[in-house]
């Protein structure tokens, strides 16, 4: 079992600890010191599946220069704000990469071993496009 802490500082200032104690500043969503709690289910997804497709592309022997992820969310726009589309956008480069191997890479993380993908997915729909750049 994982077991997360979240203590309150002040306002609605609060530090989030996970279970190797490592540490995360949130805050409501217009307070501006810190992540706000459903944006950073965006991060999760997205940091989630970024270490799935490097440690998935180094398997496959291609050496990544460059990877960044970018999770987009649409809300409902009544309480409780769930997330109903969430659309993630890859950016990679690096040396001998394919459109093979980074489509597969991203499909397995999605499908199979994102296990934040796999929470959200009940609850929104998941979609995801990227790109090859080059450096």
């Given at each position: 079992?994982?077991?997360t802490?979240?203590r309150?500082?002040?306002?609605?200032h609060?530090?989030?600890?996970?279970?190797n104690?490592h540490?995360?500043v949130l805050?409501?969503?217009k307070?501006?010191?810190?992540?706000?709690?459903?944006?950073?289910l965006l991060?999760?997804l997205a940091?989630?599946s970024?270490?799935?497709?490097?440690?998935?592309?180094?398997?496959?022997?291609?050496?990544l220069?460059l990877?960044?992820?970018?999770a987009?969310?649409e809300?409902?726009p009544?309480?409780?704000w769930?997330y109903?589309k969430i659309h993630v956008k890859?950016?990679?480069?690096g040396?001998?990469l394919?459109?093979?191997?980074v489509e597969?890479a991203?499909?397995?993380?999605q499908?199979?071993y994102?296990s934040?993908?796999?929470?959200v997915?009940g609850v929104?729909?998941?979609t995801?496009d990227?790109?090859?750049v080059?450096?």
């Amino acid at each position: 079992m994982v077991t997360t802490t979240v203590r309150w500082l002040a306002d609605r200032h609060f530090v989030g600890t996970d279970s190797n104690n490592h540490s995360v500043v949130l805050s409501g969503q217009k307070e501006g010191i810190g992540v706000s709690p459903s944006e950073m289910l965006l991060i999760a997804l997205a940091s989630c599946s970024s270490v799935d497709v490097v440690e998935i592309l180094e398997k496959k022997r291609k050496k990544l220069t460059l990877l960044e992820v970018t999770a987009s969310g649409e809300r409902d726009p009544d309480p409780p704000w769930a997330y109903r589309k969430i659309h993630v956008k890859y950016r990679l480069a690096g040396k001998g990469l394919t459109e093979k191997a980074v489509e597969q890479a991203i499909h397995l993380s999605q499908d199979k071993y994102c296990s934040v993908s796999a929470t959200v997915r009940g609850v929104a729909r998941i979609t995801y496009d990227y790109e090859i750049v080059t450096q």
